[in-house]
């Protein structure tokens, strides 16, 4: 019978975030938190996706979708294509869908990719679908984009479009799962710079810009605490707060996006300069854009007071912090010098988690989009 399993990772966005929207690049990484689709042929004939972490488990007849797809835009898998507007209408009529609400987003993206890349007319097969995911939802580190780039290439897979061969996928199959995970997150985020997608798709640390070949960059790898503020927030709600700010200040904001793509470049440089420079005087370079990153995120009105505590208790342990992601909320990291010692990274974590927050040490980098011989799911 029929079964396999895609795994694609979470990222966080070391700078550049919101200022990639607009044309400039931005700086990020995968991370070791992933999101697993396993895909399993079902007898009978009902259909069913599970993302229980999202409270989601549904069950279709197979000729219930077989006729919602009857009425919709006829798909090509090979050709990724937005939904027009009667296609994405008839998507939430049939999901019962409220505006903006993850899970209905979630499902809403399934149908879409599963129509347009298995093909929206003739006989569907039954299959089960489950999603299991170690990421957040909301929180700023890339958990649609992992569950659009597992979707689209588990749907791909299944299409034929990309080969069922673990750890085999040419640069043009990537490209492929890629632009189909994009058009997904167009419909989550609304107007996205695609950063998200390209890293869970090709993994380790790239420089996204916007609309061009993107560069797999060398540097470093980082060792980083993440921290959950807890505090939800809408990725398509901040990047149109940031529009609105630039569109009332444009002398004001724009200038500050240049300064952002310089501290890019300069943190790029920083990277990569390690093996010929003083490691200390990088890590300082590091922390102070970190710093300078931060700001500048505020003055483009995505910070929280959340965000603030949490870069405070990281300044009291001496630790330099920023926001990941589209702010308001969410996810914030902090670098962690190699020559930090365990206790006081003990002593910053426990400052952190008796604030409220949640926390993880981790390393970044790791793999792209994953096809795995047999995998359990993570829950
Ligand atoms: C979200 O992870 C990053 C933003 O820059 C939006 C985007 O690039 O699509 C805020």
Redesign the pocket.
């Known amino acids: 019978m029929l079964s396999f399993t895609v795994s694609a990772p979470g ?1 966080i ?1 070391l700078h ?6 607009y044309g400039k690049p ?1 700086l990020a990484t995968s991370l070791n938190l992933r999101t697993t689709i396993h895909l399993s042929g079902n007898d009978g004939s009902i259909f069913i996706l599970c993302l229980p972490s999202i409270d989601i488990n549904k069950a279709w007849e197979v000729t219930d979708l077989e006729l919602l797809y009857s009425t919709i835009q006829e798909g090509n898998g090979s050709i990724p294509s937005s939904p027009d507007t009667a296609t994405l209408s008839r998507l939430r009529q049939f999901t019962d869908a409220e505006d903006g609400n993850a899970k209905d987003l979630a499902i809403i993206v399934f149908l879409y990719l599963h129509s347009q890349i298995i093909g929206s007319r003739g006989s569907l097969a039954a299959l089960r679908v489950v999603v299991g995911s170690d990421l957040p939802v909301g929180a ?1 580190l ?1 958990s649609s ?1 992992a569950y659009s780039v597992s979707l689209a290439a588990v749907l791909l897979v299944l299409a034929g479009q990309i080969r069922q061969i673990p750890n085999s996928w040419t640069r043009e199959e990537l490209g492929l799962v890629n632009s189909w995970a994009f058009e997904a ?1 167009r419909i989550i ?1 609304g ?6 997608n390209a890293v869970s798709t090709y993994g380790g640390l790239i420089l996204y810009r916007k609309g061009e070949a993107l560069k797999p960059a060398r540097g470093n790898s980082l060792q980083v605490v993440i921290v959950n503020s807890h505090v939800p927030r809408s ?1 398509k709600r ?2 149109e707060k ?1 529009k609105e700010r630039l569109d009332k200040y444009p002398e004001i904001i724009r200038p500050m996006l240049e300064s952002m793509e310089a501290l890019v470049v300069k943190a790029l440089d920083t990277m990569q300069g390690f093996e010929n420079s003083d490691a200390n005087v990088c890590y300082d370079i590091l922390e102070e854009l970190i710093d300078i990153n931060q700001s500048q995120l505020n003055v483009l009105g ?1 910070g929280h007071l959340s965000l603030e505590h949490i870069c405070l208790l990281c300044q009291q342990n001496d630790f330099h912090c920023k926001l ?4 308001g909320g969410g996810c914030a990291f902090v670098l962690i010098r190699p020559d930090a010692s365990k206790e006081k990274v003990k002593t910053l974590i426990k400052s952190i988690e008796e604030a409220g927050y949640m926390s993880w040490l981790t390393s970044i980098g790791g793999s792209g989009v994953t096809l795995h011989e047999s995998m359990p799911l993570s829950s």
């Open positions: 990222k966005i550049g975030e919101h200022a990639v929207v931005a700023g890339g984009a997150e985020h107007n996205p710079s695609g950063v998200d990725t901040l990047v940031v995505v990941t992601g589209a702010g």
